[in-house]
């Protein structure tokens, strides 16, 4: 198969594969695949619950993103990657070089480097990089049915309409000048599916857009999605909100409108289905 510019030609399913960055990791691990790792790396947030177990079965080799050195340590046969900085000079090695060592490899189609080749982010694209992993580790079947099963979970929280078309701001990460959803990423779209208005909806190509705090003042969104990060945590994003004389007086501060998904459930990967059911749950909830 062809991925972002790259020709994924595996003969037999691997058998020693290295996951690196959450959303490459816990969609091999819902496959069933963990005896068919041989390492991972690199979480933004705790594993899903769900799959702890597996998990802690398989060898973490960094707690980022490990040198090749390390890499090759694990003597893996293939490599899956969310990111394309997985494939930098300082990181594991471009993927060329890679294919060198007989070390097969594959990125998110929507983290393509060339833009041009990217997937939209959406729960299509999830959908569509489960289908390729299944492929590559003779796991079709298995992969469909955990397409059919977000489908049926997407569906019944689209269906809520939660959102009843109120306006709504996601806001990633920065103090000084903020970080929000645009309408081109993960977290745009997570809005719009649960029925929400995206005060910064353009899409301007790139999954987040720095603005001001006037700006959002001038939007006054009904309801404001906050980014949960070890880094970044929503209890300092909302310490801010309350504390600040003119964010104070936005009406989602007042009215307490306040939503948190962790930072892992608004990227591309199977934590962003369970990132919409938590936004409809706690919208619902809201009223």
């Known amino acids: ?13 691997p058998k020693a594969a290295v996951t690196v960055n959450q959303a490459a990791t816990e969609i091999m691990l819902s496959l069933g695949l963990a005896d068919d790792m041989a ?69 998110s189609p929507v983290a393509c ?25 003779g796991v079709s079947e298995r992969a469909q049915s955990l397409v059919d099963q977000l489908k049926s979970t997407v569906a019944q929280s689209m269906a809520a309409d939660a959102g009843g078309g109120r306006t709504a701001l996601l806001w990633d990460s920065g103090i000084q000048t903020p970080s929000v959803a645009s309408g081109s990423g993960m977290g745009g779209y997570l809005l719009e599916s649960a029925g929400l208005q ?5 899409d301007t190509g790139d999954t987040y857009v720095s603005t001001s705090w006037e700006a959002i003042v001038d939007t006054d969104p009904d309801v404001i999605v906050l980014v949960d990060a070890e880094w970044d945590p929503a209890t300092d994003k909302i310490a801010f909100l309350q504390s600040d004389p003119a964010t104070a007086q936005l009406s989602a501060v007042k009215n307490n409108a306040f939503v948190t998904l962790p930072f892992v459930e608004t990227t591309v990967g199977l934590r962003a289905v369970d990132g919409l059911a938590a936004l ?6 809201d009223g």
Do not use: H, W
């Open 1 to 13: 198969m062809a991925n972002c510019g790259v020709d994924v030609a595996v003969d037999t399913p």
């Open 39 to 107: 390492g991972t790396a690199y979480l933004d947030d705790e594993v899903s619950p769900a799959l702890k177990a597996d998990y802690d079965t398989v060898p973490v080799l960094a707690p980022e993103y490990p040198t090749q050195e390390t890499l090759l340590e694990a003597e893996p046969d293939f490599v899956y990657a969310s990111y394309s900085s997985a494939f930098d000079d300082s990181a594991l090695g471009p993927r060329d070089d890679l294919a060198d060592l007989t070390i097969d490899t594959y990125l």
């Open 113 to 137: 480097p060339q833009k041009s080749q990217r997937l939209a982010q959406d729960f299509d694209a999830v959908y569509q990089e489960i289908i390729d992993i299944g492929a590559i580790f």
């Open 198 to 202: 995206n005060v910064f909806g353009e």
């Open 280 to 285: 409809e749950q706690q919208l619902a909830a």
